[in-house]
């Protein structure tokens, strides 16, 4: 029996709503006598439980789905059925991108998310799984790697011989900017807060790393550590998906004109309401005195808006992602698998940061 996960209301928080309104359900055959000359039918085999699927749930990300819904922004598998235009053979191994179908994007494609035995995408949204990259790799792709070429290389221009520091370096998104940092030549100092995470840090490329957990961060703990790494020059770049206490402390590791990126808050998810309302009562704060005498740039980094802002900028960064996993450049790392009847585990799995790199669902594993 193909089945599905439901969202059927926004939560207050993410626990909460994973709690209370997160279901598996039976899932009505795809009726392809409806679908068009280049629709493409994906046999899911494995879907990413991302950061924004989690908060998506209690509508604390900028898009916010309209409940009942099936959540899943990434997911791989193979061709199942596809139109006479598609351009696909049954059989063949893809991934879907989630800016074109699932429930991220807009238009009709946004009912079909990958938390699902099968879905729907357009055939512009759906790429041959490049090089070596397993199912559970390839739904761990586009996301990631993207968000962190968009905020290293489009908005950080970060450089060969730079010093950047990579905050929640052993997440998704964190373990993509380490790789594409060391592709551009860059020494890579990765934060965190377990050692045994971090391990798996520096197996992917990380030079240094700071155990930040016995830090005092308001006491300069982590300018002291950075300023010994780098024989006290500090570093030009700062990957900072973190937010809150850490943020601030980070300004004081910079080294003048460097570049301060804010990719995220994973550490304060509660800056926004949730159940989708909008506003951000509990916001970040950075202080101006640093940025002003130090000469710092902050720079925003909302790959998807910028995108979305202005698409002419994604076909490059794209075509190199592609390209890097084709050449086996760039490999993400997963370290938890949930069958889709686990559904509720894996999200607080991710929920609770217990998960390093990627954790994914098997749909077809009932």
């Known amino acids: 029996m193909h089945k599905r996960v439901v ?16 279901t598996v359900e039976p899932m009505p055959p795809i009726e392809t006598s409806t679908l068009g000359a280049r629709d493409v039918v994906v046999e899911v085999r494995s879907a990413a439980v ?3 699927d989690v908060i998506m749930t209690s509508g604390q990300y900028q898009h916010v789905p309209e ?3 099936t959540p899943g922004i990434e997911y791989a598998g193979v061709v199942s059925w596809r139109g006479a235009d598609a351009g696909f053979a049954i059989g063949d191994r893809v991934l879907v991108d989630g800016f074109l179908a699932g ?23 759906v790429h041959r799984i490049p090089g070596a990259l397993s199912f559970d790799q390839a739904c761990n792709l586009l996301g990631n790697y993207e968000t962190a070429y968009h905020c290293l290389i489009a908005r950080g221009q970060l450089r060969a011989h730079e010093v950047a520091m990579i905050h929640g370096a052993s997440g998704a998104t964190g373990l993509a900017a380490v790789q594409i940092a060391k592709l551009v030549g860059a020494t890579v100092i990765a934060t965190g807060r377990s050692a045994a995470k971090l391990a798996h840090v520096t197996s992917h490329g990380a030079d240094h790393v700071i155990d930040t957990s016995a830090l005092d961060l308001a006491g300069g703990g982590l300018r002291d550590a950075v300023k010994r ?5 500090g570093v030009d770049v700062v990957y900072d998906g973190v937010g809150g206490d850490i943020s601030a402390a980070s300004l004081r590791c910079m080294t003048f ?11 304060t998810p509660f800056v926004s309401r949730g159940r989708g309302q909008r506003g951000a009562p509990n916001a970040n704060q950075l202080p101006t005195n640093l940025i002003m005498m130090k000469g710092l740039d902050v720079l925003g980094c909302p790959t998807v808006i910028t995108t979305a802002e202005r698409p002419e900028i994604r076909a490059p960064r794209l075509a190199q992602i592609l390209a890097w ?3 086996g450049q760039i490999t993400p790392h997963v370290s938890h698998v949930f069958a889709l009847a686990e559904v509720k585990a894996a999200m607080l799995a991710k929920w609770r940061g ?5 954790c994914v669902l098997h749909p077809q594993d009932h």
């Open 7 to 22: 969202v059927t209301q926004l939560g207050d928080d993410p626990a909460q709503a994973i709690d209370s309104y997160v």
């Open 50 to 52: 991302g950061w924004v």
């Open 67 to 69: 409940p009942p819904y």
């Open 103 to 125: 429930p991220r994007s807009s238009g009709p494609y946004r009912r079909y998310g990958g938390f699902a035995s099968h879905a729907v995408a357009p055939a512009e949204a």
């Open 229 to 233: 790494i780098t024989g006290g020059r």
């Open 257 to 267: 004109g460097g570049r301060f990126l804010i990719v995220g808050w994973a550490a």
């Open 325 to 327: 996993a084709e050449a």
């Open 354 to 358: 217990e998960v390093t790199g990627g």
